[in-house]
């Protein structure tokens, strides 16, 4: 199947320091690609669908000032989280449906403990 | 009521049980169809993608849609400790995919 890779996989910051999130296919391209977060024990929730070339869309309640993301090519998007807070601390996973494609694939996840 | 309903579990069964996972939605407009296994700490790995009703068998899974009763199921056969995860569904129209709950399933040795 597809392959879709994110960086770093985890990351320790203080309160207050931005922290960037890569999301990369492999080997395939994708002009969306989507970012969810997942807190302990509970289900994926969407955050936004990151399109290439134009403006990020972004969920009810997601702050897009504090949630940046950048769909930079068809293979990159990055989720740059803004002024992190401990309640920020989470999984974030990214996924990509390869072009005319449905399904969805995910990356491994990026775990942020923001102190 | 949400669009896709999943009992979360924690569902326990003894290895080589046959497993039962199942979904219901309430949006017929609904097209494709998707079992992930997401183990702890890691991202979800899709296990099988359908398209309209009918069986599809990939090794020891099986999945089931059935549109009529807006219905999907997953079987695993001869289960296996390493099968123990967290199992969503998920359905998806326009690209937009919308999850279970997610079921925790605990195959004991």
């Known amino acids: 199947g597809a392959v879709v890779s994110q960086h770093p996989s985890w990351v320790i910051c203080k309160s207050g320091t931005s922290v960037k999130i890569e999301c990369r296919s492999l080997?395939?391209?994708?002009?969306?690609m989507f970012w969810y977060r997942q807190f302990p024990k509970q289900s994926l929730m969407l955050m936004a669908t990151?399109?290439?070339?134009?403006?990020?869309?972004?969920e009810q309640g997601v702050e897009k000032d504090k949630f940046l993301i950048n769909h930079a090519s068809l293979t990159l998007s990055t989720l740059t989280v803004t002024s992190a807070h401990p309640e920020d601390s989470s999984f974030y996973i990214c996924?990509?449906?390869?072009?005319?494609?449905?399904?969805?694939?995910f990356g491994p996840g990026t775990r942020l403990l923001v102190l | 009521q949400k669009e896709v309903e999943q009992d979360p579990g924690p569902l326990s069964v003894p290895e080589g049980a046959i497993v039962s996972l199942n979904c219901t939605y309430s949006?017929?407009?609904?097209?494709?169809f998707m079992w992930y296994r997401q183990y702890s700490r890691k991202g979800p790995e899709l296990l099988m993608y359908?398209?309209s009703s009918g069986n599809k068998e990939d090794g020891r899974f099986t999945a089931q849609v059935d549109k009529s009763s807006k219905y999907i199921s997953l079987f695993i056969r001869d289960s296996q400790p390493s099968d123990s995860a967290t199992y969503l569904c998920?359905?998806?129209?326009?690209?937009?995919?919308?999850w279970g709950a997610g079921t925790k399933l605990i195959i004991k040795p």
């Open positions: 080997d395939f391209q994708a002009t969306t």
């Open positions: 998920a359905m998806s129209s326009n690209y937009q995919l919308i």
């Open positions: 359908t398209y």
């Open positions: 949006n017929s407009a609904f097209q494709y």
């Open positions: 990151s399109n290439e070339g134009s403006k990020a869309t972004y």
């Open positions: 996924s990509a449906p390869p072009l005319a494609g449905e399904t969805q694939y």
